[in-house]
Every structure is written in structure tokens, then in C-alpha cells.
């Protein structure tokens, strides 16, 4: 059970299957807005809420913003850590060729619910030795 402030004339994000594990944010803004290549820009939601403690909301971008107009989250993806209490907004970016007009009431992104642990720093001198090591960015290959 999330707590939650539903401030826009939509309905509050459901869940579009059974096996569903995002939430489509709508925009709520009062006229369209249009994002031109490159741009971003901080996108209102009309939600609020009250995350449990442990829990978080991670903000995604939806699949086919991203690959039929190339809209997709900055910062993706974007965490509501559950001690926030303000508007959730979603930052969009136009990393397509074309301009594209966000629309009051469209579907922007997705909300997806995740259990967390905070970790406990532990310093030391060295760290056990595995296979990988140090490989990264790449080290084992293409396919």
C-alpha cells in the first residue's frame, strides 16, 4: 500500500497487465510541450507520495517512447527515495532527429517498485581476489 496524492484530472497509474511491473506516469501539463532534439525537460506528474521504509520508486522510460521517437529518462533510472514527499516529475530527453510534443495526459514513463538495503562501509587494506579482477568496460567480449 503506497500512500499517494493524486493533484492531476487522471486516473492514478495502473498496472496495463497482470505481470506488470511498471506503472505508466501520464503528464500532466496544461498544454503540450514541445521538446525539440537535445532538449530536455522536467515534467510534472500531479503525484505525491509516501514510499514505506526499505522501499523506493525508480522512474524508467517506456520502451516504445525510446525507440519509435527517441524520448527517453536523463537520469534514468531516476529513484523517489521514500523520506521524498513532493511532486514526482520525470526528466525527458529528445535524443530523436524530429521534434516531439508531449501532450497533457501522455504516457511518459514507467514506475517501477524495489525493495532496498542501505550499506555499511567496511574499510580495508585489500580486497578478496576473483577470476574478473579488475576487467571491466568490455573485458570479456562481444559475444
Do not use: C
Request: proline share 9%.
Amino acid at each position: 500500500m503506497i500512500a499517494v496524492i493524486n493533484d492531476s484530472p487522471y486516473p492514478l497509474p495502473e498496472y496495463a497487465t497482470s505481470e506488470s511491473a511498471g506503472l505508466d506516469l501520464r503528464a500532466h501539463l496544461a498544454d503540450p510541450l514541445l521538446l525539440n532534439p537535445g532538449e530536455r525537460a522536467l515534467i510534472p506528474t500531479g503525484l505525491r507520495m509516501a514510499l514505506p521504509p526499505g522501499w523506493e520508486a525508480q522512474v524508467r522510460p517506456r520502451s516504445g517512447l525510446a525507440l519509435k521517437q527517441g524520448i527517453t529518462v536523463l537520469n534514468s533510472p531516476g529513484t523517489i527515495d521514500a523520506d521524498y514527499r513532493g511532486p514526482v516529475g520525470v526528466i525527458l530527453i529528445n535524443h530523436g532527429a524530429d521534434s516531439f510534443s508531449v501532450e497533457p495526459g501522455e504516457r511518459i514513463a514507467q514506475l517501477v517498485f524495489a525493495r532496498f538495503e542501505q550499506a555499511v562501509w567496511h574499510p580495508v587494506k585489500e580486497l578478496d581476489q576473483t577470476e574478473r579482477a579488475e576487467g571491466g568496460f568490455g573485458h570479456s567480449g562481444r559475444s
